[in-house]
C-alpha cells in the first residue's frame, strides 16, 4: 500500500493486492474521518451498546444466554472483540448499557459454542461460510444474531430525526 500526499489534490491511497477490494484507487478530496475507533470496527461503545440492547430480551433475537454465541461471533469479526469467551463477556459487562440486560453474557453458556467450525468464517461474508451438519441448528440461530446485530449497528450510522 502506498499513499501520496498533495496539498491541492487531497489524500490518495493506491492498494497493491491480491485481496477482494471494491476499488484499486481510492481518492479523498477534504478532510474525511473513518469510523470512531478502529479496535472497534469504527463503533463506539454506546453504539455497540445500543446496538446489543434492541437484540436482547424477550421477544428479541437474543432470547437466551445460549445465542450470545451469535453476538460473539458477529463482534469478534465486524468490531475485533475478544476471542476468548471469557474476555469476551468481560468486554461485554464494560459497555455502557443505559439498563441491565435482561439475558447476562455468561461465558459458561457460550464457551463450548464458540468453538463450532463455522465460527472461525467471517459472518460478514455469510454467503461464504460453512457449517457441518450437526452444528446447522446452531448456525442459523447464530447467523440470525448476527444479521440482526449487522442492522442495528448500520443504524448507527444514519442520521437522527
Not at 26 to 54: K, S
Not at 104 to 119: H, V
Request: glycine share 6%; net charge neutral; aromatic share 12%.
Amino acid at each position: 500500500m502506498t499513499s501520496n500526499m498533495n496539498e491541492d489534490d487531497g489524500f490518495c491511497i493506491k492498494v497493491y493486492s491480491p485481496g477482494n477490494f471494491i476499488a484499486k484507487e481510492i481518492t479523498i478530496n477534504g478532510g474525511v474521518h473513518l469510523g470512531n475507533n478502529p479496535a472497534t470496527g469504527g463503533f463506539t461503545d454506546e453504539q455497540i451498546a445500543r446496538a446489543l440492547a434492541a437484540c436482547v430480551g424477550k421477544g428479541k433475537v437474543i432470547d437466551n444466554k445460549q445465542k450470545w454465541a451469535g453476538a460473539y461471533w458477529y463482534l469478534r469479526w465486524a468490531c475485533c472483540f475478544p476471542v476468548d469467551a471469557q474476555k469476551f463477556c468481560d468486554r461485554i459487562r464494560q459497555l455502557p448499557f443505559k439498563q441491565d440486560l435482561e439475558y447476562s453474557c455468561d461465558y459458561r453458556n457460550i464457551r463450548e459454542l464458540t468453538t463450532l467450525s463455522f465460527m472461525d468464517h467471517n459472518p460478514q461474508q455469510m454467503d461464504r461460510v460453512q457449517y457441518s451438519k450437526n452444528d446447522e441448528k446452531m448456525f442459523f440461530q447464530c447467523r440470525e444474531v448476527a444479521l440482526k446485530l449487522a442492522e442495528e449497528l448500520g443504524k448507527a450510522y444514519l442520521p437522527t430525526v
